[in-house]
């Protein structure tokens, strides 16, 4: 009997598992994003910072400290078409600067 309930407990603990990896957030953090695209942070964070992700930063912690945010649904959009294509440079050879 206790092998029996030994082995519930596992597949419960499974079970939970899978649910939080399935939970739809509506903004992912770089960190959360690269997990789910197999990717890592420093890769997912230059692809915001290329602009190759439509991504938003938001303030974190203290200071003028911002983390990028990517939407739900482009992650969906990553996930089926790939990245966007690198911005167009300018006459100098330097790509556009994003606001601050």
């Given at each position: 009997?206790?092998?029996i309930l030994?082995?519930?407990?596992r597949i419960e603990a499974a079970l939970a598992t899978l649910v939080?990896?399935?939970q739809v957030q509506d903004w992912y953090d770089t960190k959360t994003a690269a997990k789910i695209l197999g990717r890592s942070a420093y890769c997912v964070r230059e692809w915001c910072r290329h602009e190759r992700v439509h991504a938003e930063k938001?303030?974190?912690?203290?200071?003028?400290?911002?983390?990028w945010m990517i939407s739900h649904e482009e992650l969906q959009r990553i996930k089926a078409e790939g990245l966007l294509p690198l911005p167009k440079h300018g006459a100098n050879g330097v790509p556009p600067r994003r606001g601050k």
């Open positions: 009997m206790n092998e030994e082995r519930l407990d939080e990896q399935r938001r303030a974190c912690g203290r200071g003028n400290s911002k983390e």
